[in-house]
């Protein structure tokens, strides 16, 4: 039987956040821990199905949310996502493990795509706990500006029929709200906004270390 990991801890924040650097980071850097991700980058060659997906999702599925896709079916792909990371995290029996934003942002963004009590949220709330949430703070404005005005944005991070700076700023406000309450019951680290990706790296590395004692 495969013990989960009693050190897996989720790295967690906002769109743009800086997390899939901040993994890539230690992707290089930050054994013992092993870093789990649906990224491209993060996901083995026997993975690869789920970054088809995730490119199918951003050209076929969300354009026709509404019209040929219900957002239940929405919530049904992006299951696939969230069985990846749990698997992941029992695969690693009792090595530390840091996952990329676990169920709970997947969760949140079906939340405000419409998707309000699917069964399975329910399901997914069963699966192991995290040791610690470490949250990635990032200001909108900054956020907005990664993603170069909204051209680097896909419909399930914004609110209206395009990117704009109003219905951007409003859907990261309330995502942040949504994953703050699915956390609330969690030990959570917040790490503030840095100017570099090293220095992000770093502190979540210190928060880390301290979980390993």
């Known amino acids: 039987m495969i013990v989960p990991s009693p050190r ?6 906002p769109d743009y956040a800086g997390k899939s650097s901040v993994l890539a980071e230690f992707a290089r850097t930050a054994a013992p821990w092993r870093c789990v991700s ?32 219900s957002d239940d079916f929405l919530a049904g792909l992006l299951q696939l996502a969230v069985l990846h990371l749990r698997d992941r995290v029992l695969a690693a029996g009792n090595a530390p493990v840091v996952v ?24 997914w709330r069963t699966f192991p706990r995290p040791a610690r949430v470490i949250w990635l ?12 005005d909204g051209a680097g944005t896909n419909p399930l991070e914004y609110y209206g029929d395009r990117p704009g700076w109003p219905g951007f700023e409003e859907y990261q406000t309330d995502l942040r709200k949504v994953m703050l309450d699915e956390t609330d019951r969690l030990p959570v680290t917040v790490v503030a906004e840095q100017d570099s990706v090293a220095r992000t790296a770093a502190m979540v590395g210190e928060v880390l270390a301290d979980e390993l004692g």
Do not use: Q
């Open 8 to 13: 897996f801890c989720v790295l967690l924040g």
């Open 38 to 69: 649906v990224d491209d980058d993060g996901l083995a060659p026997e993975h690869r199905l789920l970054a088809d997906l995730r490119r199918r999702l951003a050209r076929d599925v969300l354009p026709g949310l509404g019209s040929a896709y």
């Open 100 to 123: 990329d934003s676990y169920y709970y942002k997947i969760l949140a963004k079906c939340r405000l795509a419409g998707v309000r009590e699917n069964p399975m949220f329910a399901w």
């Open 137 to 148: 703070d990032v200001a909108p404005g900054t956020a907005w500006r990664r993603c170069g």
